[in-house]
């Protein structure tokens, strides 16, 4: 059991990007040994607790999966069948949940939330996403833009549509790491730095025109129109990002070698043409693939820190 104070990972900001620059090696490293079957187990006997109030596949199945190759055990958690969805404050459950096990990742609506958790709990408190971040989902993201075309640094992101917990998190990221993004959504649903979580503006742009965002982007990416919890919405938010979708028009004028992303689930028709997603421009099932390596990456630090080899 965790002694020392614990390193959670709220949002993108917590790590430096001297920590960011070792997990992606350590994710390539990782996953190496992944996938020459060769067995690692340096969270032997540890136990992840995976709390989730909100749906998951990608989440849950990479943090249960990553926790059981790494050698420890994950414990699944909803509102619906525990305690918390009747009434239990946060800081209670922090205080016990945290005397059982070495790690806490959770799924929540505000992050108000999870920083409750976090400030009562006794082990590294991770975000497996929130209404406003979605950290985990960007380190494997950037993760995969390295795999396919090199350092980040310096390139341009276009964000297409819902400034969400995934575009806040680019936007954060962008600080960090020192590269571009293009944000176009429509009118009513731009960013707001201070929800972002934004010291700076100093590396993001926005354009009334998703076409224009996309000009000469490395990487285009969106997401879902409607997020989780904004469910009462969906009508209106069809009929505003209409004009959003990412398709071929907006792919031609990216560079020749942009990628395209979305962190899935997708609705081919509505934030994205089925052409693109499923096209040459697509890198979305590494992406996906990606969760399971830097997940794995992320625990290990935040709970046995930096490790050689
Ligand atoms: N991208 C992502 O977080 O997927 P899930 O909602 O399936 O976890
Ligand atoms: N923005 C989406 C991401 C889902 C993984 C949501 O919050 O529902």
């Given at each position: 059991m965790t002694t020392r104070s614990p390193r959670h990972?709220?949002?993108?900001?917590?790590?430096?990007r001297e920590e960011f620059d070792y997990l992606f090696e350590r994710i390539s490293w990782i996953k190496a040994r992944f996938k020459a079957y060769e067995p690692y187990h340096p969270m032997f006997d540890r136990t992840l607790v995976m709390i989730f109030e909100k749906a998951s596949t990608r989440t849950r199945l990479s943090f249960e999966a990553g926790m059981q190759q790494l050698g420890g055990s994950a414990i699944y958690l909803n509102t619906r069948d525990s305690q918390l969805g009747r009434g239990e404050p946060v800081e209670d459950a922090a205080q016990v949940i945290s005397r059982m096990c070495d790690l806490v990742m959770i799924r929540t609506f505000e992050q108000e939330i999870i920083e409750r958790f976090a400030a009562n709990s006794r082990v590294p408190v991770i975000n497996g996403l929130t209404n406003e971040y979605h950290p985990c989902q960007i380190l494997a993201d950037i993760h995969t833009f390295i795999e396919h075309?090199?350092?980040?640094?310096g390139r341009t992101v276009a964000w297409i549509g819902d400034s969400n917990n995934m575009c806040n998190t680019w936007l954060q990221a962008a600080e960090l790491l020192d590269f571009n993004v293009h944000v176009s959504t429509p009118p009513g649903y731009e960013v707001e730095a201070e929800r972002a979580g934004?010291?700076?503006?100093?590396h993001f742009e926005q354009f009334a025109d998703p076409v224009d965002a996309c000009r000469g982007a490395d990487l285009v990416t969106t997401d879902v129109w409607t997020s989780m919890g904004f469910e009462a919405e969906n009508e209106a938010r069809m009929k505003a990002f209409a004009d959003w979708q990412v398709d071929a028009d907006m792919m031609a004028v990216a560079a020749p070698e942009a990628l395209f992303m979305h962190c899935l689930p997708a609705h081919r028709g509505e934030e994205v043409s089925g052409e693109v997603i499923?096209?040459?421009?697509?890198v979305v099932w590494d992406e996906a693939e990606n969760r399971l390596h830097a997940q794995k990456a992320l625990m290990e630090y935040l709970l046995l820190g930096r490790l050689q080899g």
């Open positions: 990972f709220l949002q993108f900001k917590d790590l430096s075309r090199g350092p980040i640094r934004l010291y700076g503006t100093g499923d096209g040459p421009h697509s």
